[in-house]
């Protein structure tokens, strides 16, 4: 089963769904724990009748949501058709859909060489080499737990900072947390490749990605 582009999943028009870092994620707000677990309970009899799993975060005040296709790698027409579907026991129960607020934290390491390096975090995070999926530069936790952590090849004498997050988030949300984080004292370093990524820095120069899906297709 082939998987999505970026592109064909906005025109797919899931409302209240974001792609982030290959996969469809949506947070549900909840009045109180109970319901939130009453929704995972619905979701979790959709999921078996369709033989089709998502991964679930419940919490006190909230139902996180990711779904993609484990065997494909990606966001498939599956993803889309049981996200209609989560969306619409959301509306049964009263609830919403929202893109608002998801993010997804991915960290970068600059590298002069980075095939010599990857092994080392790998094992440090106990993290085994994927298979099948996924690019050769990276070291990407199979239980979503740990942030994915990618390595980005730089020259060996560059006086830049080694080690910078990415932080995924929905395109309508760059600009406010920009704005936010410009009026908080940061700078924007560069947007040569909006809408793919804006770099950003702190007041010491810390630098930090806004990325989207845009432009990777």
């Not at 549900?28 to 319901?35: G, S, V």
């Not at 139902?63 to 969306?87: F, K, M, N, P, Y």
């Not at 908080?184 to 120069?205: E, I, K, Y």
């Amino acid at each position: 089963m082939s998987t999505l582009t970026g592109a064909q999943i906005a025109d797919a028009g899931l409302d209240g769904w974001t792609y982030l870092l290959g996969a469809l994620h949506t947070r549900i707000r909840t009045p109180d724990f109970a319901a939130g677990l009453s929704l995972v309970d619905a979701i979790g009899a959709e999921a078996e009748r369709r033989d089709h799993h998502p991964d679930l975060d419940l919490r006190y005040t909230h139902v996180d949501v990711r779904l993609w296709s484990h065997d494909a790698g990606g966001v498939t027409d599956r993803d889309v058709r049981l996200a209609r579907a989560v969306s619409a026991l959301a509306a049964e129960a009263g609830l919403a859909t929202a893109a608002t607020g998801v993010a997804r934290l991915e960290l970068a390491l600059d590298s002069p060489d980075f095939a010599a390096v990857l092994p080392f975090w790998r094992a440090v995070l106990a993290v085994a080499e994927p298979a099948g999926h996924g690019p050769g530069d990276e070291v990407r936790d199979p239980a979503g737990a740990l942030p994915t952590v990618w390595f980005q090849e730089s020259g060996r004498d560059e006086p830049r900072q080694r080690w910078h997050p990415d932080v995924w988030v929905d395109p309508a949300e760059v600009g406010p947390r920009m704005e936010a984080a410009l009026a908080a004292g940061g700078t924007l370093v560069s947007d040569a490749a909006a809408p793919n990524f804006w770099v950003l820095a702190d007041p010491d120069g810390n630098r930090v990605c806004l990325c989207t899906w845009q432009g990777r297709d």
